[in-house]
Nanobody, 121 residues
Framework: QVQLVESGGGLVQAGGSLTLSCAAS????????MGWFRQAPGKEREFVAI????????YYGDAVKGRFTISRDNAKNTVYLQMNSLKSEDTAVYYC??????????????WGQGTQVTVSS
């Protein structure tokens, strides 16, 4: 089992920045790809970013490419999502997840409870 706890969400003005954190406990953190997803009201859960296990490969959804940066610290069992130039359409609940190298939700076995990000225009 892997337990994931997100933090760092909040209210920010358009153009601002936030950094989300996801702390993991349980099984070996470094064995998992870590992903960030988001879900806005009435919409499906959307892929945001992934940091693969081994090699440091990162990949981003088109909507956030160039604005968001994912990183991980295996010594701290933590993955981060630095979000810059935020837009109102970034408003959503953000989830971190642990699983396989994939952009699909079904490839992730463990999920956090989510943290709300609200961007005011």
């Amino acid at each position: 089992q892997v337990q994931l706890v997100e933090s760092g969400g909040g209210l920010v003005q358009a153009g601002g920045s936030l950094t989300l954190s996801c702390a993991a406990s349980g099984r070996t953190f470094s064995n998992y790809a870590m992903g960030w997803f988001r879900q806005a009201p009435g919409k499906e859960r959307e892929f945001v970013a992934i940091h693969g296990w081994g090699g440091g490969i990162t990949y981003y959804g088109d909507a956030v490419k160039g604005r968001f940066t994912i990183s991980r610290d295996n010594a701290k069992n933590t993955v981060y999502l630095q979000m810059n130039s935020l837009k109102s359409e970034d408003t959503a609940v953000y989830y971190c997840a642990a699983g396989r190298n994939s952009v699909h939700t079904y490839s992730y076995d463990y999920w956090g409870q989510g943290t709300q990000v609200t961007v005011s225009s």
